[in-house]
T-cell receptor, first 113, second 112 residues
Framework: EAQVTQNPRYLITVTGKKLTVTCSQN?????MSWYRQDPGLGLRQIYY???????DKGDVPEGYKVSRKEKRNFPLILESPSPNQTSLYFC????????????FGSGTRLTVV | GESVGLHLPTLSVQEGDNSIINCAYS??????FIWYKQESGKGPQFIID?????DKRQGQRVTVLLNKTVKHLSLQIAATQPGDSAVYFC???????????FGQGTILTVHP
């Protein structure tokens, strides 16, 4: 089944403790992206990647890092999480240009206390 | 389920009615637009897309209209069903490949 898989689904952590949210897709897509979703603010793009070793900032990149060493994986790294990063995070992938038909994962609910 | 929005525009319709969801975009350089549906506790799901060289595109029970003059996008759902109840987002993409900006969303509630 073609899908985008995120892990973990839920995570509670403490301020300052580094964490990684993994994302993997099995569709051989070039494009991958991370979003956060907050009440009243909709979905905001954090980072995106157009291919292996090619990444770029979205609208809200501060406090996040990403890497794209392999085509299928696009992990989101929070080096020093803070409470304002408490959010619902989505990973997405696409095989076309310009975000064509992104397929989204099921989301990761992160709480930073 | 997850709370995806507070104070979002809402649209309530009866089953079988047609629904129209509107979206205004701000970037005149945007040339690709997508509508997504998000059900409670799930990620957004692709519905239909349209490029800026078109003003209308039809899918199964859905039609997207694009008015570039006033930077407006709409999603029409024919014969709305209870399963269509969800939050609907428009998204736009411009010259930067891969960069996608979402609107705030509209909550659609379909009453049986």
């Amino acid at each position: 089944e073609a899908q985008v898989t995120q892990n973990p689904r839920y995570l509670i952590t403490v301020t300052g403790k580094k964490l990684t949210v993994t994302c993997s897709q099995n569709m051989n897509h070039e494009y991958m992206s991370w979003y956060r979703q907050d009440p009243g603010l909709g979905l905001r793009q954090i980072y995106y990647s157009m291919n292996v070793e090619v990444t770029d900032k979205g609208d809200v990149p501060e406090g996040y890092k990403v890497s794209r060493k392999e085509k299928r994986n696009f992990p989101l790294i929070l080096e020093s999480p803070s409470p304002n990063q408490t959010s619902l995070y989505f990973c997405a992938s696409s095989g076309g240009t310009r975000g064509y038909g992104y397929t989204f994962g099921s989301g990761t609910r992160l709480t930073v206390v | 389920g997850e709370s995806v929005g507070l104070h979002l525009p809402t649209l309530s319709v009866q089953e079988g009615d047609n629904s129209i969801i509107n979206c205004a975009y701000s970037n005149s350089a945007s040339d690709y637009f997508i509508w997504y549906k998000q059900e409670s506790g799930k990620g957004p799901q692709f519905i239909i897309d349209i490029r800026s060289n078109m003003d209308k595109r039809q899918g199964q029970r859905v039609t997207v209209l694009l008015n570039k003059t006033v930077k407006h996008l709409s999603l029409q759902i024919a014969a709305t069903q209870p399963g269509d109840s969800a939050v609907y987002f428009c998204a736009e993409s411009g010259t930067s490949y891969g960069k996608l900006t979402f609107g705030q969303g509209t909550i659609l509630t379909v009453h049986p």
